[in-house]
């Protein structure tokens, strides 16, 4: 499944491309895509992963820009 | 302005005088004493750089050093300790007002692009037990009435079925002439309706509707990332250690082994630091891509992905389909000829082969159907007499008509079949009619060439472009017909689906390493050739779900001129790109050498960081500037 994230305060292309990086690292994550200028974070992944995906997704945000907040879409 | 953003504006501001107050205190009382001097500084450093500091502090406790933030804090800490207050606080200040302005460029730009994209309809007043119900798109549900009134945008696609009035289809396709609607027309999701009201029975979903086609596509379209973006996340890898390690080394070797002046070395080597963001790269080429993609999009041009608009700017051979693409693919009955041995009447003649091809929706049959019912014999006919037809792709049609098979095709039918038949030179397509193995005549059916397909190809080769080839399945002399009077010199005529993949392979042979091949079509059936090509472009996109689907680019009107116009974007686009690419690394360069021999200060270093970032920024907007944005 597709899960789309907007980051909300995103405002520094560099960071994006770190949290771009460090999700699509994540195990249960297939595919990542992040949009700098839609803010838009797409996330492929099985569903019954797609909790735990969230919660790790909002975990990496914190932790590189701690700026930004992360809305389910 | 967003709360963050003004918040910012004030901590600079303030920061800004409490810094002016430090440096007139410093000047004219000499008298004064220094740590006073320092404990004004350290409120403004701290007042302007509170927010590099936090985050600085929180990498080093998630364990990532190598950030911006922490590097300016070191370059800042470090021009305190070397005594230069002043110095620190200024490069604080001019830091912090830069990623101010770049954040409000990034703001502005994607506040441009997402009206640019405005399309998407906020709410759709549907019929419900006769009263009209305000609702979200999305929860309006196939076969439900719409009511659209003037002045409102058509939330989903349907059909019209009550009412006339012309819309706007601007934001879709770049047309400013209004089209005109009627009863029983389909209507598009996006357009505004302009005159009267109209009731809209819905045909798709929201989430399947134009509108969110197009804006997932256009959204979605930097997934698919540039050779340009690519080459910008590898450089920012290694650009920054870089830099760090080239700012130690300057910091020590040379005092070690030339002079022995640290405070000197080491103020140099902070400038280091002071430089060693990639942001106006990182920032602005993706920027400049998405900008490029937007201004196309507003003249009714979709691409894809960044890396199609990068591959466009390099096309050499344009391919393109001639049915449909430069010619209006409206065909119409021109000739009809019986032959002299049939003993058949033209009108006869018509007949069958309307009948035969009754079922096939390819343009040809349709023509046939339509003149055949321009005769006034719509209410004449009897689907009944047709029975088992059989359509031979390439060839043509065999049918069950009155019980007698009936072949329809061009000549390769009539070959295969084994019916003698005449040989003929004319511009338009010949179609021969058959009846059990015995021939009957053949009509000749004409198309239309586009007005704007001469200027368009005329365009292609200023822009460039080495070849234009135009492959079709129809006959040589009508293909040479239209090449001719279009300036295309390089035609491949009488090819069945399948060989237009092949043809295009043999172009590939022919073609640079870091030239593109670009395939330009309807988008109906040719999609292995669109796949195949390094750029696939489908024209009069709008509405054919098929066609968005296909194809990297779509063209909404059927404009071939597009084409040319969608090239000039991506060049223009590239260019800014190069021109970013370029000036940002070639200042930083410049003053890191200027820094490591001394001549460059901080302040030109922290020009070289925010000011080129800011600049590049600037120069990435140019994109959007289409020419239909000037003209509103």
């Known amino acids: 499944m597709k899960k789309t994230y907007i980051l909300e305060d995103l405002d520094c292309a560099h960071c994006a491309g770190k949290i771009e990086e460090a999700v699509a690292a994540l195990e249960a994550v297939e595919k990542c895509s992040l949009n700098f200028l839609t803010k ?12 735990g995906v969230t919660k790790e997704v909002k975990k990496i945000v914190k932790k590189i820009e701690p700026d930004v907040t992360v809305e389910e879409k | 302005m967003t709360k963050k953003l003004k918040r910012r504006l004030r901590n600079i501001i303030l920061g800004a005088i409490i810094f002016l107050c430090a440096m007139v205190i410093q000047h004219s009382a000499s008298d004064i004493n220094e740590n006073i001097v320092l404990v004004i500084f350290l409120i403004a450093y701290f007042i302007i750089g509170l927010d590099v500091i936090k985050k600085a502090g929180k990498n080093i406790v998630n364990g990532r050093v190598m950030d911006e933030n922490f590097l300016m804090m070191i370059a800042t800490v470090g021009a305190f300790l070397v005594g230069e207050y002043a110095e620190a606080v200024a490069v604080m200040l001019f830091y912090q007002i830069g990623e101010w302005f770049q954040s409000y460029a990034v703001n502005k730009s994607r ?21 009209e119900t305000e609702l979200d798109p999305e929860e309006v549900q196939i076969g439900e009435t719409l009511v659209v009134k003037p002045g409102e945008k058509i939330p989903l696609d349907g059909i019209v079925i009550k009412g006339n009035t012309t819309v706007d289809t601007m934001a879709l396709t ?6 005109d609607l009627t009863e029983g027309e389909e209507v598009i999701s996006g357009c505004i309706n302009l005159a009267g009201m109209i009731h809209v029975k819905v ?30 996340s590898r450089f920012a890898k290694y650009y920054t250690p870089t830099i760090v390690v080239l700012a130690l080394l300057l910091a020590f070797l040379p005092p070690i082994f030339i002079d022995g002046d640290y405070f000197k070395w080491i103020y140099r080597a902070l400038s280091f630091l002071v430089i060693s963001c ?20 507003r003249e009714g041009i979709l691409v894809k992905g960044s890396n199609y608009l990068e591959l466009l700017s390099k096309a050499a051979f344009v391919v393109m389909d001639k049915t449909g693409t430069l010619t209006k693919g409206s065909f119409q009955v021109k000739e009809i000829h019986p032959a002299k041995e049939a003993d058949i009447s033209e009108e006869k003649l018509l007949e069958l082969a309307a009948y035969s091809e009754s079922f096939s929706n390819h343009p040809i049959s349709k023509s046939l159907k339509e003149a055949y019912f321009q005769k006034g014999k719509e209410a004449e006919f009897d689907k009944n007499r047709i029975g088992e037809t059989k359509e031979i792709p390439g060839y043509g049609i065999a049918a069950c008509i009155d019980g007698a098979v009936i072949y329809v095709g061009n000549k390769k039918l009539m070959e295969q079949q084994g019916v003698n038949c005449e040989h003929l030179e004319t511009g338009g397509t010949v179609i021969y009619v058959a009846k059990q193995g015995q021939y009957l005549g053949y009509l000749v059916i004409g198309d239309e060439i586009k007005a704007d397909s001469r200027k368009a190809v005329e ?17 040589q002399a009508a293909a040479l017909s239209v090449a001719k009077e279009l300036g295309i010199k390089k035609v491949f005529s009488e090819l069945l689906p399948g060989d237009k993949v092949e043809k295009v392979e043999e172009l ?62 991506s060049r223009k686009t590239l260019a800014i790109v190069k021109e970013n690419i370029i000036f940002a690394i070639g200042v930083k360069v410049i003053v890191l050498i200027l ?15 925010v000011g080129v970032a800011f600049l590049a920024i600037l120069n990435a907007m140019r994109t959007l500037r289409t020419k239909q944005v000037k003209k509103a």
């Open chain 1, 40 to 51: 838009k974070l797409v996330v492929e992944m099985e569903e019954k992963n797609a909790d």
């Open chain 2, 111 to 131: 506040k441009s692009i997402s009206d640019l994209m405005d399309i998407r309809p906020d709410y759709a007043n549907v019929l419900r037990d006769g009263k």
């Open chain 2, 174 to 179: 770049g047309e400013s002439i209004p089209r």
């Open chain 2, 203 to 232: 045909t798709k979903e929201f989430g399947q509707s134009t509108v969110a086609k197009i804006l997932d596509l256009v959204e979605n379209a930097s997934s698919k990332k540039a050779e340009a973006e690519n080459f910008i």
């Open chain 2, 278 to 297: 990639p942001c106006a790269l990182v920032i602005s080429i993706p920027l400049s891509f998405f900008g490029g993609i937007g201004g196309a999009s």
């Open chain 2, 459 to 475: 365009k292609l080769y200023k822009a460039g472009v080495r070849e234009v080839v135009m492959l079709t399945g129809d006959r």
């Open chain 2, 508 to 569: 590939f042979a022919g073609k640079g390493e870091k030239e593109a091949l670009v395939f330009v079509g309807d988008g109906i059936n040719d999609a292995p050739v669109l796949a195949r090509a390094d750029v696939g472009i489908a024209m009069g996109g709008l509405g054919q779900d098929a066609a968005i689907e296909a194809a990297d680019i779509v063209i909404m009107t059927d404009e071939p001129s597009k084409i040319a116009r969608a090239m000039e974007i």
């Open chain 2, 595 to 609: 820094a490591a021999v001394g001549i460059a200060s901080m302040w030109l270093a922290i020009f070289a960081d």
